[in-house]
């Protein structure tokens, strides 16, 4: 019997199918429902038993979920951390256990990287920055022009949210004519994105040229208080997001929509591949990114027939 870094023996885990643990965010958003979609289907086809728990953007319930994994004694433990601290004491627990983590999505913040064994998922600084060089091109048709920025933030402490918005803040950086006035969490969803958009209409009425969000839910929120307003957005009003769903791929046809930048949530394959991998004893690399491109509302027409979310 070899035994595989700490986490059990190749002959046990051949012989009954692997049970994965797995703690997802919520369901926040288009882009959301299809990663769900993407980890159900993966496990299915590749045979894992998936225990799967919604976490409704809360991070106790995840840290209850981990430990309920960790109680049921699963061989694998997957998740999204909703935001990025608070993890040391639960991973810990997961490690004495001798249950290996792999975290999908979003990072964590911990000072033993042990705790985890791979993190697979996007590089959430350079969105950011695709979304801010987007905007740098776009400037320069209208080198005079002052273009003032309303940023709608994702969830408070989350990954993405710290990411796409350090990315972004690099890309526009040294333009005295590029700036952000407002910014403000829409908590990544398409209610919350329209409120806060709302409101930064109310404040800053028509000195508002450009929407930033950090997703295409709140891009779409924004969209309908834009219109709302008496406005046209993706005319009065530029609007850049990140996902790529198909929402916004409709309001970029539609031309309400600028651009978005992509972020695939499409990671189930990938997840299955490497639990086996992992519980196999197989070396796996730390950092696992996802490759991802920029979609402009000139190209969205042709793309959408190919879009897979
Ligand atoms: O962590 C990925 C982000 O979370 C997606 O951009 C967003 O739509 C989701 O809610």
């Known amino acids: ?20 643990g797995f703690s997802q965010v919520g369901a926040e958003s288009e882009w959301r429902t299809a990663n769900t979609l993407s980890i159900k289907d993966a496990a299915k086809k590749d045979g894992i ?9 809360k991070q106790e319930n995840q840290v209850k979920a981990i430990r309920s ?8 433990i997957a998740f999204s951390p909703v935001v990025e601290t608070g993890w040391d004491t639960v991973l810990r627990e997961a490690k004495a256990a001798k249950i290996p983590v792999i975290l999908t999505d979003r990072a964590v913040n911990v000072t033993d990287t042990s705790l985890y064994v791979t993190f697979i998922g996007s590089d959430f600084v350079e969105e950011g920055r695709r979304a801010g060089r987007w905007l740098l091109e776009r ?3 209208t080198p005079d022009r002052t273009l003032n920025i309303v940023e709608l933030q994702g969830t408070v402490g989350s990954a993405p949210a710290i990411d796409r918005k350090n990315g972004f803040e690099q890309a526009i950086a040294g333009n005295a004519k590029i700036k952000i006035i407002r910014s403000q969490t829409g908590d990544f969803t398409r209610a919350k994105g329209k409120e806060v958009m709302e409101a930064f209409l109310k404040s800053q009425g028509k000195n508002i040229n450009v929407v930033y969000a950090h997703n295409d839910d709140m891009a779409i929120g924004a969209i309908q208080a834009i219109e709302e307003a008496g406005m046209k957005p993706g005319t009065d009003i530029i609007i850049i997001s990140i996902d790529g769903v198909k929402g916004a791929f409709e309001a970029m046809i539609a031309g309400k929509l600028n651009v978005t930048v992509e972020c695939s949530p499409l990671l189930g394959p990938q997840l299955m591949q490497v639990a086996r991998d992992v519980l196999a004893g197989k070396p796996v690399p730390k950092r696992i990114t996802t490759e991802e491109g920029v979609f402009p509302a000139e190209v969205a027409a042709k793309e959408f027939p190919n879009r897979k979310y």
């Open 1 to 20: 019997i070899i035994t595989i870094a700490g986490f059990g023996s190749a002959s046990a885990l051949a012989a009954k199918p692997v049970v994965m």
């Open 69 to 76: 994994f960790i109680a049921q004694k699963v061989d694998v």
């Open 139 to 141: 400037a320069k048709k």
């Open 49 to 57: 038993n998936l225990k799967f728990a919604d976490a409704q953007q």
